[in-house]
């Protein structure tokens, strides 16, 4: 009887040590792979079809967190584009984000935009207008006057600015 006290007592202590080792390594499996929404370990072409699925409204099981790759808290077209210039080998990394602000001058208002780091803004939609009475939208420009090329690769958050040129009526 002793005996198997002992045992029982020594699995006990081997099974809590086992406890208290999970959290370390469950821990170290927390870190999310971005674009890796079916949990394979690999972010591959499984992961855009389990996608398509899902925002088809499918019924399908996905890593939510792992799906967001542009982190702006909605998961939709947006990042499935992200995902899939990240497979095609173009340098855009999953997860790390990058904000496009937009100063519109007095135009009507553009929303915020959140890309992945190294992607292109016309990678995931076309880029925005603005509109104000009595001006025709000339275009978007960086903080030092020089154009923002909507087909470059954004490599950090930036505001660019709208310009407008006031429409002359005395032509008309
Ligand atoms: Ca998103």
Redo the contacts with the bound molecule.
Sequence with gaps: MKNFLQRFIASILSLSIALTMMPLAAFAQQGVLYGDINRSGFVDQNDVNDFKKYLAEYSIDIDTKAA?????????L??LLLIEKYIAGYDVVLGDNVIITFDTNGGTRVDPV?LCNGAVLTDIMDEPVTEKDGHIFIGWFMDDGSPFYAEEAITASMTIHAKFEPIDTDIY
Excluded: A, E, I, T
């Design positions: 967001d790759v542009n982190l702006d808290c909605s998961l939709d947006r990042d959140m």
